[in-house]
């Protein structure tokens, strides 16, 4: 069997609604549109996976089960949606509090953890996130991002040539428009 393309996604501020460090899932609010966005994804035949910056946990504001607890809200969420994550992956250190790390976008390992384990094509595979970080962690492995203007979208610097949409489903469909 060959490799397969994912989508890897930003959680907070891509998928869901971004208040900042969100350690608690009865703050978790889906962006409209994005369960149908990751159904005609999957459906295309993408991995999708979440790939996500958690430095509240570095930062003393909650806990790895915290973010474990959000992450299945949002999951719960997308179910009723008919949308489902292959797999979710964070980084939980921030180089201030806890030192620096190869996980933390735009550090790469995550997105190698995750092909090592799911049989990934990087070079195939998008990220889509709203931060510069996102779009650039890909582009080191070969893959493409695009960034979103919900959340932090549109703050910070772009690197030159990046695709932006409006929101993950707008992002999806440029995706499955290439």
């Not at 949002?74 to 797999?87: C, H, P, Q, S, W």
């Amino acid at each position: 069997m060959s490799a397969r393309p994912a989508v890897f996604l930003d959680r907070d501020g891509t998928l869901i609604e971004d208040p900042g460090y969100l350690g608690d899932p009865d703050g978790v609010v889906l962006i409209p549109g994005v369960g149908k966005a990751l159904v005609r994804l999957a459906e295309a035949g993408f991995a999708l996976i979440v790939v996500s910056n958690q430095a509240g946990v570095a930062r003393g504001l909650f806990t790895e089960e915290a973010v474990v607890a959000v992450n299945g809200r949002v999951a719960e969420l997308l179910d009723r949606e008919g949308a489902a994550i292959d797999d979710w992956y964070w980084c939980s250190h921030h180089p201030e509090f806890s030192g620096a790390c190869d996980c933390r976008k735009p550090g790469t390992e995550l997105l190698e953890r995750a092909a090592r384990t799911h049989d990934l094509d990087l070079v195939s595979s998008w990220m889509v996130g709203d931060h510069a970080s996102d779009v650039e962690a890909v582009s080191r492995v070969g893959g493409r991002g695009i960034l979103v203007l919900t959340g932090h979208g549109g703050h910070g610097d772009v690197p030159e040539g990046t695709p932006v949409a409006d929101d993950l489903p707008a992002a999806a469909d440029l995706i499955l428009s290439s």
